[in-house]
């Protein structure tokens, strides 16, 4: 691909895929529907004579009907685009709403079949309403390009649990997340509509200070489920990755989608730049395509909704919700992580259709770790020879996250 998102071309063979694809998946008949201690969820995924089946092959079609492709960021890192994109062909970017549809009065089913996030209650959870008010009147922007990458944003990797903190959380390091998990039993996430929200600031990516090696340092800002004593996470962010050498300086920035243990796929809407505003919420259901993702700049007034499944032979576990500072996986192991200084994540939270569930608060049978990233591995080893802190999250409040990064990485 030359460092380039998929050709119009080639995407353009991959539409009757998708429409295939999204039509089969919706062939399932929801099997639940969850209570909430908010609300009670009504209605079928596949309401009113499958018309989120309809909704869903017109979106596959539109991947494959693309004229321009536009990336904002600049270049990838050299190696990160995968040689094989056909895992893009199992994503469905719904197409642009009717010019009519109002988000904030439409039905539960017309939301659905036009990929916008479960609807809050507005009396028994207004400040969860409010937020999703602002998510679904950004503008929603069609015509997503995806890129498959070798980039693996996966579970949280040599967790050593320490001692216990401010109400009962459990202070940890890993190697590759810095954050906050709250963890219960298998399928305390599962229940349909299971949803986990964050908002945050894209941060500036550079490398470490006095450091110009000629490698392309990464980080991944997202929230998700799964992934902390599990195998599988279903997830969206943003990455903020930076390039020095003795030739010049890069950045890239973009926003993505992941359901390890796939890939991450890059999506160009919206689009990334430093110091933006985003949000991602992502949620579960229990009829096909059971992964969806809806990532909001709202500094670019950009909007667009996700849905994809997992990796055959997958299980959703739904035990644990997180919020990350993430080093990911490439080809080489875990990269350096990029200095990014200082993150705020402003709100954090996660629901399940009977409870709220925060970095500061839980429900009982729940247990909330506050995550350390820490090297080696680093890149020189000299650099980090024994166990050092690289990213600490600092709780303020119920739901605001900071994060810093330090030692090696700063």
Known sequence: MGG??????RTALHGAAQARLAV???????TSVANSGERKWSGKLLASGGRLCTALAIAALALGSRATLVMAAGAPPAGSVAIDQSPVQNIVAYPQPPANLNPLSASDAVLEQNGYPPRPDAVNAPSAYARWQK??????VANSVMQATTIYNGPAQHVLAGRSIANGTVSTTSTNWSGYAVTGASG?????????????IVPVAQQAFGVCNGFWDYSSQWDGFDGFGSGDVLQAGTEADAFCSASGK????????????????RVSVPAVQPGDLMSAEVWYTTSAPFGHAYLVNYTLNQAQSYAFNPPSGTIFQGNSAEWVEERPGISSGLADLTNYVADPFNITY????????????SPAGTTIYAIRMTCPPWTPSSACSSTTTISTPHLYGLDTLWFYDSGPAL
């Open 135 to 140: 998510m679904v009147s950004a503008r929603r």
């Open 350 to 361: 996660a629901y399940n259709q009977t409870s709220f569930f925060y970095p500061g608060s």
């Open 250 to 265: 890069s950045t890239f920035y973009s926003s993505w989608i992941e359901w390890y243990p796939f890939a991450e796929t």
């Open 188 to 200: 305390t996430f599962a229940h349909n509509k299971s949803f986990i929200f964050a908002e945050w």
């Open 4 to 9: 380039k998102f998929v050709s119009s071309k």
């Open 24 to 30: 089969a998946n919706c062939g399932q008949q929801e």
